[in-house]
């Protein structure tokens, strides 16, 4: 089956520093990407959307220039947490899709901003 | 707008009891896809179900089952004789067609006791 891999899957910075996360999908080409953020207790919440080679695409209230989003290829996206503080302290999930029926969902990634 | 509301925040049963969650959806388009997500403490998102907009056809894998009716908008699981395995947050999810975007409800947290 499809498999996503999200690294690292827990990371601790200090604030000010930034932090890069990893979305690689395995065994298949994802034509788009997703990034979501989980706080303690509620819901995921959509933050962007990429496509390869295009720019991503945020969602109202995300900070585009704080939460950097790169998809280089069809394999591979990542998320850099700008300047991170300790209010960007989240669950971190990407997912990825070829099509609107089916979504792999990487393994998450805690992020702790001290 | 939100699209998927699932009421129940928390439900509290005793193992062995059966335990139904309900989940209500909104939207515009005939083409859509449902889906369930389990989420344990660890954090990783479980796949249960997809259930495209033309299938209303209800289905029952081991304990889970799922009920989707197009005319109340609703697309309910019930776990059967629950465990205490079973205790985690689930989530309901739509996608449109139209729309890469998969949208979640707010998850309702399920504690089975021994």
């Known amino acids: 089956g499809a498999v996503v891999s999200q690294h690292p899957s827990r990371v601790i910075c200090k604030s000010g520093t930034s932090v890069k996360i990893e979305c690689r999908s395995l065994?298949?080409?994802?034509?788009?990407m997703f990034w979501y953020r989980q706080f303690p207790k509620q819901s995921l919440m959509l933050m962007a959307t990429?496509?390869?080679?295009?720019?991503?695409?945020?969602e109202q209230g995300v900070e585009k220039d704080k939460f950097l989003i790169n998809h280089a290829s069809l394999t591979l996206s990542t998320l850099t947490v700008t300047s991170a503080h300790p209010e960007d302290s989240s669950f971190y999930i990407c997912?990825?899709?070829?099509?609107?029926?089916?979504?792999?969902f990487g393994s998450g990634t805690r992020l702790t901003v001290v | 707008a939100q699209k998927v509301t699932q009421a129940q925040t928390e439900i509290s049963v005793v193992e062995k009891e059966d335990v139904t969650l309900d989940c209500v959806y909104e939207?515009?388009?005939?083409?859509?896809?449902l889906f369930w997500y389990k989420q344990p403490p660890s954090g990783e998102l479980v796949f249960l179900i997809r259930?495209?907009?033309?299938?209303?056809q209800n289905e029952i894998s081991g304990r889970y089952s799922w009920n989707f009716q197009k005319s109340t908008s609703s697309f309910n699981f019930t776990i059967t004789a629950s465990q205490v395995v079973d205790s985690a947050v689930y989530f309901c999810a739509l996608s449109e067609a139209g729309d890469y975007k998969l949208s979640f409800g707010a998850g309702t947290t399920v504690t089975v006791r021994a």
């Open positions: 990429s496509n390869e080679g295009s720019k991503a695409t945020y």
């Open positions: 997912s990825a899709s070829r099509d609107a029926d089916g979504y792999t």
């Open positions: 065994d298949f080409q994802a034509t788009t």
């Open positions: 259930r495209n907009s033309f299938d209303e």
């Open positions: 939207t515009r388009d005939t083409t859509y896809y």
